[in-house]
């Protein structure tokens, strides 16, 4: 890996508090819990999980669209010290965007693509000129993969994964070097998100960007992944190289979502770890590990205690009481 | 013979910009028990055929067939009230949110109540006894506290499961379910996909799966229809549909999946995106993206040929 990490993130922690019924004392909601991991340029984190547990919470703390409650976050080795509802500093802003699921509903119906591309710049980049805007949008539009005459059309002109391809285009705007990608091909037909896919790639290739990239999708994990975490209700259960994960996934979670999903190969039948219900209510977390009550592995032990995420070894770390640990490693 | 039989289904939507053809020339049959799954990407016609088997689509649809059989009767002669009384009871269908398909306003009980009291009658004690049963038998703890749950009330894999609960409710011959796992996360994707091959084989119901996931089609279906742009372009058993898709799309959309790309650097992708309304090409509608399409392809639109067991739609099958 090379040089610093563009994040750097400490037990990221973000609890809302939310009051059930009118005069009811509000209860808290953790819903992220001690995330940790190191992002470097070039480099693409994939963050797994169902919903509701905890993935696009830690986006938008990763957009420094909400202050962390807890934990510390260096971005590009600048320490973010935000307040509630106080904006982020605009030049620590800038280098990370965002791009979002739903292509029909991130773009403004309103505006043409060059208008929502030149706008970023506008704001952040007082000392172009018009001309010098227009230009770089449509250096950009080519970049992405869309043609010049694009430029002066409106949203609805456009496919999911042309609309897909505007966000990208709209997010490198400002040439940051962190984008955080929220379920970007989830709802794009199959033909259309291996499109988007290589072209995240080699804009990563071009850019040095770093990913991290919001998913439930594994078999697109698998692909485009270096680093993985996956969570469960709000929790980091197993953080680690994508390469070692998948190969050998330790935590009862990881297995059971990995073959969970169903695999393209009607002569591969395989043994599926059953699930049994649903996750949690967050009102009313389980005591011990929150994932118990599904797991197949546990045992009385696991309603005792919160597990501790703890390295197996010096890639991978695991929050399982039932997965063997190497005796006594110094932390 | 067949449960479902349908041959030369074409339908056709009225728009201001003239008639779009949603689906055209569709051959589907099932034979009771067993399960067929027609896959396709958004805007292939997959949902629109099955909804016009049903008689669910708009004013706006104009349906026609050369057959349109179910279990010996034939759908299109049916008056509505004949027709509402197939439709639900011995046919029925799971539609993909099944937030946004169940009526918020009653609870679930009422609303497995009323498919009940529709087409099974009974007095209210025993509809009620089969309503607790069906909510045991799709897997949903505690089913007497469920009864009276609100659709807001429950998540989206118990939604799901109420609405498997209603669709079953009638012993259904045969049972369409559009997409019924999009909406939902993977381990309850797995539960549910589960359930309903369970209860296929449990009541020898025939299934029709509609989806655009392939790796759900390879693991529940044993026939596959692949749909492009309104038209059935193969028609094939699950196993030697993967392992030799015999049309371009097929194989194109086969090796698009990340899973089965290997160790290569890049997706292989099919370029452009599927016709709309006003730029449907010439010939076969598949040749503008297709990597094997020549100046033939260009001109003539492919026929399925009779003999060909794939039933392809394509002037060169692989």
Redesign the interface.
Known sequence: MSGDPVIHAVNLTRHYRVASRPFAAPSVVKALNEASFDLYPGQTLAVVG??GCGKSTLARVLTMIEPPTSGELTINGRRVELKEGEPPPKDLRREVQIIFQNPYGSLNPRKTVATMLEEPLKLNRRELSADQRRQAALEMIERVGLRPEHADRYPHMF?G??RQRIAIARALMLNPRILVLDEPVSAL???????I??LL?DLQDEFGLAYVFIS?D???V??IADDVIVMYFGQPVETGPADEVFERPRHPYTQ??F??????????HKE?V??K??PPSPLAPPPGCPFAPRCFMATEACTQGDPPLEAVNERVKVACIHVEKPAQTAP | MALLDIAGLDVSFRTTGGLFPAVEDAHIAIDPGEVLAIVGESGSGKSVSMLATMGLLPWTAEVGAEKMLFDGQDLSRLTSRQRRRIVGGEMSMIFQEPMSSLNPCFTVGTQIDEMLRQHRGGSRKERRERTLELLAQVGIPDPAKRIGAYPHQLSGGMSQRVMIAMAISCNPRLLIADEPTTALDVTIQAQILDLLLQLQQDTGMALILITHDMGVVAETAQRVIVQYAGHQVERQDVKSLFAHPRHPYTEALLSALPERAGEQSRLPTIPGVVPGLHDRPSGCLFHPRCRHATEHCRQVAPRAEAGDPARTLCHYPL
């Open positions: 169902e919903s496919s994964g042309q037909d199959l033909s259309i998100q291996a499109q896919l290589n790639s439930h594994l078999s697109v698998k692909r059971a979502l073959s969970a999903t169903p695999i393209a190969d009607p002569n591969r599926r059953r699930l219900g649903e």
